[in-house]
């Protein structure tokens, strides 16, 4: 079956450090991934997006990775800050072409404490 | 920034009671979507839309669920006799365009509560 893992423990880290959060999928074949962050009552904010071809992305203190032979991302947050506390939702589409329908991970709760 | 908004942000209703959830997706947007999250669940998606029509739909969009644009600017979800299972949060979503490297503006929700 198809499915998207992330992990579903809490992260706790301390300001300062990286933090990395993963996503696994299985029977899937995306050609695009997408990271958004959610805060508490909130709605999924878009963060980054990555193409099959990048091997790694970045913007600004974000930086993603996409292994499709590993089929996993990686979700990396360097000098983390209290703010940046949230739940980080990997997506993808089910499809590579036509109209888009993201499929989403359960999230990754992060917790930076100061 | 241009913002998707969404009304109310939390409706309570009795089961077997018609709802309308509505939002205005970002003005340059063409396509819009509407997705669910049951609490401590992962965001679903119900339906995307565009150029009036339904483009495509989960299982989870039934026969009780509809969507419309009824004039140039509010996207609406109607659930006509809503069950207990329906309480969620329900997002919309806007994109200026539909593939898949394009991504998702959201608004905050419409926390929907059945009694």
């Known amino acids: 079956s198809q499915k998207i893992e992330q992990n579903s423990e809490a992260l706790n880290i301390q300001e300062g450090k990286t933090a990395t959060l993963t996503c696994n999928y299985t029977?899937?074949?995306?050609?695009?991934l997408q990271w958004y962050r959610q805060d508490p009552g909130r709605g999924p904010v878009f963060l980054l997006l990555?193409?099959?071809?990048?091997k790694e992305k970045r913007k600004e203190r974000l930086k993603v990775t996409f292994d499709t032979t590993l089929k996993q991302s990686l979700f990396h947050i360097t000098a983390s800050q209290p703010a940046d506390s949230a739940t980080y939702l990997c997506a993808l589409d089910e499809r590579n072409t036509g109209f888009q329908k993201l499929v989403f991970g359960t999230g990754t709760r992060l917790l930076v404490s100061p | 920034e241009p913002e998707v908004t969404q009304t109310p942000s939390h409706q309570v209703t009795q089961m077997g009671q018609e709802v309308i959830l509505r939002c205005v997706p970002i003005?340059?947007?063409?396509?819009f979507y509407w997705y669910r999250q049951i609490l401590g669940q992962k965001v679903e998606f119900l339906v995307s839309f565009y150029n009036n029509e339904i483009s495509e739909k989960s299982e989870i969009f039934d026969d009780q669920f509809s969507v419309e644009r009824p004039d140039g600017s509010n996207f609406t979800l109607k659930i006509r006799s809503t069950k207990l299972e329906d309480s969620a949060m329900y997002f919309c979503a806007s994109s200026e365009e539909g593939q898949p490297n394009q991504p998702q503006h959201f608004g905050d929700g419409t926390r929907l509560s059945i009694l």
């Open positions: 003005s340059n947007h063409l396509y």
């Open positions: 029977n899937y074949s995306p050609a695009y």
């Open positions: 990555i193409r099959e071809n990048e």
